[in-house]
């Protein structure tokens, strides 16, 4: 069974960088895809990017253009959400999400799910 764990969450201030990492176990990744999702309090779980295992075509939310980068590691089945420029509304629960076949920028279209890991920026 696909398993996901994300990590790399944490306290950081406005301006400053994390790194995410999601890693999958369970499986043979070359045929899925992978999104990235964040839930503030209060707000609906919006997409922040994808990706494909294998092709590595990448979809970016308007959020997320030029401030996060999704990147994979074929050999460790981990992928990573560099987060730079953090401003207080990036403020989240971060999700990692699987599907099989190519992207898609709504949750309810993922079938397997991390827990999340929480990131939190000051002002």
């Known amino acids: 069974q696909v398993q996901l764990v994300e990590s790399g969450g944490g306290l950081v201030q406005a301006g400053g960088s994390l790194r995410l990492s999601c890693a999958a176990s369970g499986g043979t990744f070359s045929g899925y895809a992978v999104g990235w999702f964040r839930q503030a309090p209060g707000k609906e779980r919006e997409v922040v990017g994808a990706?494909?295992?294998?092709?590595?075509?990448?979809y970016y939310a308007d959020s997320a253009k030029g401030r996060f980068t999704i990147s994979r590691d074929n050999s460790k089945n981990t992928l990573y959400l560099q987060m730079n420029s953090l401003e207080p509304e990036d403020t989240a629960v971060y999700y990692c999400?699987?599907?099989?076949?190519?992207?898609?920028?709504?949750?309810?279209?993922?079938?397997?799910w991390g827990r999340g890991t929480q990131v939190t920026v000051s002002s």
């Open positions: 999400a699987a599907r099989v076949g190519s992207y898609r920028e709504y949750g309810s279209e993922y079938d397997y």
């Open positions: 990706i494909t295992w294998s092709g590595g075509r990448r």
